[in-house]
């Protein structure tokens, strides 16, 4: 399975991007990490691309890394569904106390635009 996963250095899409790396080593996919460059993300593209790199390493896998400037989400959508990756893997999602599942602008957007499955991570 080719998967996608957007890191844009939040906790939520380490997350992400940890379980994403366990499944691929178990499960032998392809991972194409995605890093937002943005004035919006949590991190530099640097310092994301860094630690995206040593969890990669300290899991053992090894991962495609692409850099995605403007907005994320679409930027996300464009290249999952352009490329035909089997899925996208997001973090940045909770829920309310009632339950219900509430997702950040970035997940909210992928889910509603994207033909790839997306798969969230919280």
């Not at 530099?44 to 990669?56: F, I, M, N, S």
């Not at 989400?73 to 909770?94: I, K, N």
């Amino acid at each position: 399975m080719d998967v996608l996963v957007g890191v844009g250095g939040t906790t939520a899409s380490w997350d992400a991007l940890e379980e994403t790396a366990e499944r691929a080593r178990v499960a032998g996919d392809a991972v194409t990490v995605a890093i937002f460059e943005t004035d919006d993300v949590a991190a530099d593209p640097e310092t994301v691309e860094r630690r995206a790199r040593e969890l990669l390493t300290e899991v053992g896998i090894d991962a495609e890394i692409r850099h995605l400037s403007g907005d994320p989400g679409g930027a996300l959508v464009e290249l999952a569904d352009g490329e035909s990756f089997d899925r996208l893997v997001l973090g940045g999602s909770s829920r309310s106390n009632l339950g219900k599942i509430r997702l950040n602008s970035i997940s909210e957007f992928v889910v509603l635009n994207s033909e790839t499955p997306v798969t969230l991570i919280r």
